[in-house]
C-alpha cells in the first residue's frame, strides 16, 4: 500500500525554519499553528493516506488550542502509532522539499536521520530530496515552502 502527502507553509520575517526536525539558519520561517515542520506534516499525511485513516487536519485540527506550537514529531508518532494498531507496518519514506533558500544539503543527513528515528526505520529507507522552483512562484518568491512524501505501508 502506497500513501502521498503534500503540505505548504507561508513563510515570514521573524518565524522558525523547522524541517524535519532540524532549526534550520534563515532569515524567514514558517507561519503555522503548530511548529510548522512542513516535511513531517507531510510525512504524516503520507503514512495516514496509506491506510486510509484520514489527514494530518483531521487528527490535530489547527483550531484546536492543544496543538497551538506543539512538536511535529508528535504527529508522526501518532501516525506511526495509528498504522501499527491497525495491523501495518511502515516500510519506507522518500520526501521532496521545495524551497528557494536556504540550501539544505548541510542539513539533509540530520533531517534523514531524526525521520528514521521517529519513524521507526533504518536510515537507508528514508530519502529526502531538496530543489528549488527556480525562482517561480510562490516558493520562487520566498513567499511558502512546499513538502512531498510518499510511502509504503504493507500489513505486519
Known sequence: MVG??????????????????????????????SDGDVLLHA?????LGAVAMGDIGEH?????????????????EHAVRIITEAGYRLINLDA????????ILPYKQAMRERMAEICGLPIER??????????IGFVGRREG????????????
Open 4 to 33: 502521498f502527502g503534500y503540505d505548504v507553509h507561508r513563510l515570514a520575517p521573524g518565524e522558525s525554519l523547522l524541517l524535519g526536525c532540524i532549526a534550520i539558519p534563515s532569515e524567514v520561517g514558517t507561519v503555522a499553528h
Open 96 to 103: 521532496t522539499l521545495v524551497l528557494e533558500r536556504p540550501k
Open 126 to 135: 528514508v530519502s529526502l530530496k531538496a530543489t528549488t522552483s527556480e525562482s
Open 60 to 76: 490535530f485540527p489547527d483550531t484546536d488550542p492543544r496543538w497551538k506550537n506543539a512538536p511535529s514529531t508528535h504527529f508522526v
Open 43 to 47: 510525512v504524516v499525511d503520507a503514512i
Open 145 to 156: 515552502v512546499q513538502a512531498y512524501c510518499i510511502c509504503e505501508v504493507q500489513p505486519a
